[in-house]
């Protein structure tokens, strides 16, 4: 259960576009709240809200330094999502394998 809440949150940080974009930003190195909002047109506000939500799925952690925050991707990373789409490419490769087996016999006999 525990694991499947991970990837509902990492999953779910990943719809967004906006976040999406954030961490492609990331890297490339780490970065303020003030330089992740530069290139969306988002206020400080609004792009803190995106950074949390990526912070609370794991995929960036944020640290004070002076008067800004600064941004880095997380440790964990993609990790669980990786496996969890890994398996299922396995599962959908092998049906589709068996798919393929299936009209190319069904070819081979004519019907």
Do not use: N
Request: with cysteine.
């Amino acid at each position: 259960m525990v694991h499947q809440q991970v990837l509902d949150r990492t999953f779910a940080a990943l719809s967004d576009p906006t976040r999406r974009g954030i961490l492609t930003r990331l890297g490339d190195g780490p970065a303020t709240i003030g330089e992740l909002a530069e290139p969306f047109g988002m206020t400080l506000t609004g792009l803190k809200k995106h950074v949390q939500v990526l912070e609370d799925a794991g995929l960036v952690t944020t640290e004070k330094v002076g008067r800004s925050r600064q941004c880095r991707l997380g440790t964990e990373r993609l990790d669980d999502a990786m496996q969890w789409i890994a398996l299922y490419q396995r599962l959908w490769e092998r049906r589709l394998d068996g798919l393929e087996a299936y009209f190319t016999l069904k070819k081979g006999t004519g019907k």
